[in-house]
């Protein structure tokens, strides 16, 4: 099994910025791609940011130039850089990762518990 925990939400106000953090663990043979999405009240998940493990990566729409998604692969671990935040941003921002659990190349895919982001004055 793995586990996704992450962390860095909380309140900020407009404009600001935060960082957030999702590390992996448990059985990892190899991390595929990892990710962030985020889900308001009353609203579907939407897309945030991935990236594979090469580093490519890949943004929402409404957040494109604001965010930043990056790596640690030592750490199995994701990162995503947000700036010039507004208050539509606020949201429970949810990790994910699409996993390789041992040689034979079995597969996971699930999603943290998920952290609270609040832009607000």
């Known amino acids: 099994q793995v586990q996704l925990v992450e962390s860095g939400g909380g309140l900020v106000q407009p404009g600001g910025s935060l960082r957030l953090s999702c590390a992996a663990s448990g059985s990892i043979f190899n991390i595929k791609s990892m990710g962030w999405s985020r889900q308001a009240p009353g609203e579907e998940r939407e897309l945030v940011a991935t990236i594979n493990m090469i580093g490519n990566t890949n943004y929402g729409h409404s957040v494109m130039g604001r965010v930043t998604i990056s790596r640690d692969n030592a750490k199995n671990t994701v990162y995503l850089q947000m700036n010039s935040l507004k208050p539509e941003d606020t949201a429970v921002y949810y990790c994910?990762?699409?996993?390789?659990?041992?040689?034979?190349?079995?597969?996971?895919?699930?999603w943290g518990q998920g952290t609270q982001v609040t832009v607000s004055t």
């Open positions: 994910s990762a699409d996993v390789t659990t041992d040689a034979r190349g079995t597969n996971w895919y699930g």
